[in-house]
């Protein structure tokens, strides 16, 4: 079987690794992986393939410049030319990134099928891209992957037929499990910047409905400001540009802030293990705040990964300043709550990745991945 491979960002590098390791393993699959370009600098694309000993993507588009439907555009017309040139038999995209919805409309459009791992998440924020992406892609798709049985519900209830879902653990914990070990081993992003474990708050932020608007972003940095602990912060650049546009650079003008460049897997891994508390408004850093057993805040008014509310991992408090205050130092004044805690994990435990590969193998083999003339109603 042939299995075409779509990734673009961060995320997506994260989730794929460890399927990317199980397919390697076997000599019934071939791989063909396609990179669109969308996070291009080098902390955030090449070193992941670097640190876990993957091989590069065979081909990489260098699309990450223009609008949403420029980016789309330009994505889809190139997926599109690579596809007819490799014919795969299937598939393969990740999330809910331009990266991901491209990939899809192209592969359909040729009539291949199309994987969608991380199916069925909703935010039910229409503000967010990412949930219009991810929604679309769900219906483009003939195998849908989903990580727990909300997300499976999510497409029972819009109509898609529960025999096109495989529900299984999440690659990103299998990720995580697998290089924690060569994380703590190799990495020394602590001592090159002065750190002591579970005495930081790690920050993260790049989400355009936090960076974008001024009054949120800096709601969020005045909170930040009045916590008594240092700030460690991997700044993205996009965030970092908003930042310099709005003339708001004073925030971070403090000696507790630590304001470091984006760093790879294995110091990022490192870095959340040893944090306090983890503050974002990413959707995969809730997953392995949780993973790690770090206490997580998320700078959003929802989320999609509702299971990390539910067990109390994570605490939801959009951008409003009291909020982020009361629940960061909900956490600091709660030493014995938060010592050595272990969340059940309801995304799995490490072994996700092989099941995803044997599923999609097993499907290609009894003829279960046909083309979408088979979406047709009965």
Request: glycine fraction near 6%; proline fraction near 4%.
């Amino acid at each position: 079987m042939k299995l075409f491979i779509i990734s673009g960002a961060r995320p997506q590098f994260i989730k794929l690794a460890p399927i990317i390791e199980e397919i390697l393993k076997r000599n019934d699959i071939s791989l063909y992986h396609l990179h669109t370009g969308q996070h291009f600098d080098k902390n955030m694309s090449n070193i992941f393939f670097e640190e876990l000993g993957l091989p590069s993507p065979d081909i990489n588009l260098g699309i990450n410049r223009g609008s949403h439907a420029e980016l789309v555009g330009k994505m889809l017309i190139e997926i599109e030319k690579e596809l007819i040139i490799q014919k795969p038999e299937a598939i393969l995209v990740v999330g809910d990134t331009n990266s991901t919805i491209a990939g899809g409309l192209a592969a359909v459009k040729l009539q291949i099928p199309v994987i969608h791992l991380e199916s069925g998440l909703r935010s039910n924020d229409f503000r967010m891209p990412e949930e219009i992406n991810r929604r679309l892609t769900d219906h483009l798709c003939r195998l849908l992957i989903t990580t727990s049985e909300t997300a499976t519900n999510n497409l029972i209830a819009e109509g898609i037929k529960k025999e096109w879902i495989f529900q299984t653990g999440d690659p990103m914990v299998d990720g995580i499990l697998r290089n924690i070990n060569k994380a703590e081993e190799k990495s020394s992003i602590l001592k090159e910047h002065g750190l002591k474990s579970k005495e930081y708050v790690l920050l993260t932020m790049h989400r355009q409905e936090n960076v974008d608007i001024k009054e949120r972003i800096v709601s969020i940095l005045e909170s930040l400001k009045e916590l008594n602990i240092t700030i460690v912060y991997p700044i993205h650049p996009r965030t970092k540009k908003r930042i310099e546009e709005f003339g708001i650079e004073d925030f971070l003008d403090d000696e507790k802030w630590h304001i470091i460049k984006p760093v790879g897997y294995l110091d990022f891994i490192k870095l959340q293990k040893n944090a306090k508390i983890i503050l974002t408004d990413s959707g995969g850093i809730q997953k392995e705040a949780l993973t790690l057993n770090i206490p997580c805040i998320t700078l959003r008014d929802n989320t999609e990964w509702v299971e990390t509310l539910e067990i109390g991992a994570n605490t939801l408090v959009g951008a409003e300043k009291a909020k982020i205050i009361e629940a960061v130092n909900n956490i600091l004044q709660d030493e014995n709550k938060y010592t050595n805690i272990r969340w059940e994990n309801p995304y799995g435990d490490g072994r996700a990745s092989k099941e995803i590969v044997v599923e999609i193998i097993r499907r290609y083999i009894e003829g279960e991945l046909d083309t979408p003339t088979s979406y047709m109603i009965e």
